[in-house]
């Protein structure tokens, strides 16, 4: 399979590969023009600010910096030029942080032409399709395409290979409470755990089912049936959450109605005057998405 099959259709397609691009070769030019392959300073490179992925493993990123000692840079990062000796990452920055632990220089890489909104789609892309994500990550990426990018979900699946129903299950996570976010990102539940008890839609009744999900250790399959017990009212049925000193059977519907207007767990606490409500966010992401609801 040539490299730029395993790009991925979209991120292929974005990068828009030149003929030039396959022949593979290396110059070593102060100012690199778009669309080739250059040795590139490190210092003349700066990381990317779109960059979906914050943290990287420090074990992980030493391994690889002892395996570029030995064999250098094998894949080149991918950059967009800003200005002369001046450049910016695109994709590649666990090789470009690895390639400064390894004491090079300079690397390989790609330039391309890319404005903001190219560079977060490339990212956001080339972060899915080549990066270990978890359930959330991914969906927060689908996310981010979706509201920063204005992709429609077939669009979206077209970028990244997967058809809409797969996009959909994905994105659907996000409206589950927090700590079920959470526990789904530290791999404490499966994505089949997950997706199951999203089908309830009453938030601490999803709490309910995680909760004992986790306590008894129960298979998907038991999961999906204490859901359709549920919903048939065959199950036991959690206690009704309260909303704090003073709270009467409206505040706690408001509660209700405002964690599934948010897709998170909302908390109001009232003395019958005054109250506060608090909407939790799990990330920069979970309170961009929360703020586009606000239209803030």
Same mark, same amino acid.
């Given at each position: 399979?040539?490299?730029?099959?395993?790009?991925? /259709?979209?991120?292929?397609?974005?990068?828009?590969?030149?003929?030039?691009?396959?022949?593979?070769?290396?110059?070593?030019?102060?100012?690199?023009?778009?669309?080739?392959?250059?040795?590139?300073?490190?210092?003349?490179?700066?990381?990317?600010?779109?960059?979906?992925?914050?943290?990287?493993?420090? +074990?992980?990123?030493?391994?690889?910096?002892?395996?570029?000692?030995?064999?250098?840079?094998?894949?080149?990062?991918?950059?967009?030029?800003?200005?002369?000796?001046?450049?910016? *990452?695109?994709?590649?920055?666990?090789r470009f942080q690895a390639s400064k632990l390894a004491g090079l220089t300079s690397v390989p890489a790609y330039v391309r032409s890319a404005d903001d909104q190219q560079m977060l789609e490339m990212a956001l892309i080339e972060n899915i399709q080549r990066e270990n994500l978890n359930p959330i990550e991914v969906a927060l990426s689908y996310q981010r395409l979706i509201s920063e990018c204005h992709?429609?979900?077939? +669009?979206?699946?077209?970028?990244?290979?997967?058809? /809409?129903?797969?996009?959909?299950?994905?994105?659907?996570?996000?409206?589950?409470?927090?700590?079920?976010?959470?526990? *789904?990102?530290?791999?404490?539940?499966?994505?089949?755990?997950?997706?199951?008890?999203?089908?309830?839609?009453?938030?601490?009744?999803?709490?309910?089912?995680?909760?004992?999900?986790?306590?008894?250790?129960?298979?998907?399959?038991?999961?999906?049936?204490?859901?359709?017990?549920?919903?048939?009212?065959?199950?036991? $049925?959690? +206690?009704?959450?309260?909303?704090?000193?003073?709270?009467?059977?409206?505040?706690?519907?408001?509660?209700? /109605?405002?964690?599934?207007? &948010?897709? $998170?767990?909302?908390?109001? $606490? $009232?003395?019958?005057?005054?109250?506060?409500?608090?909407?939790? &966010? *799990?990330?920069?992401?979970?309170?961009?998405?929360?703020?586009?609801?606000?239209?803030?």
């Open positions: 399979m040539s490299k730029k099959k395993a790009l991925g /259709r979209g991120l292929s397609a974005l990068l828009s590969d030149s003929p030039e691009d396959e022949k593979l070769e290396v110059e070593v030019t102060s100012s690199a023009p778009s669309g080739s392959i250059n040795e590139i300073a490190l210092s003349e490179i700066e990381v990317n600010p779109f960059q979906p992925r914050q943290h990287f493993d420090a +074990e992980a990123l030493r391994e690889l910096a002892d395996s570029i000692k030995v064999h250098g840079i094998i894949q080149p990062i991918t950059v967009r030029r800003l200005a002369r000796n001046q450049y910016q *990452l695109i994709s590649g920055e666990r992709l429609k979900q077939e +669009e979206l699946g077209d970028r990244v290979g997967k058809n /809409r129903s797969t996009v959909t299950n994905y994105l659907r996570l996000l409206k589950l409470p927090p700590d079920i976010q959470i526990a *789904l990102r530290d791999h404490k539940i499966s994505m089949g755990q997950a997706r199951a008890i999203i089908n309830i839609e009453n938030p601490d009744q999803q709490l309910y089912i995680f909760k004992k999900t986790v306590a008894e250790d129960l298979s998907v399959r038991k999961v999906e049936e204490l859901v359709r017990d549920l919903m048939a009212g065959k199950a036991d $049925t959690p +206690e009704k959450p309260t909303a704090g000193p003073g709270a009467n059977k409206e505040v706690v519907q408001l509660q209700s /109605r405002l964690s599934s207007h &948010f897709g $998170t767990k909302v908390n109001v $606490t $009232t003395d019958g005057r005054k109250g506060e409500i608090r909407i939790p &966010f *799990l990330s920069v992401e979970d309170l961009n998405r929360i703020l586009d609801i606000l239209k803030v």
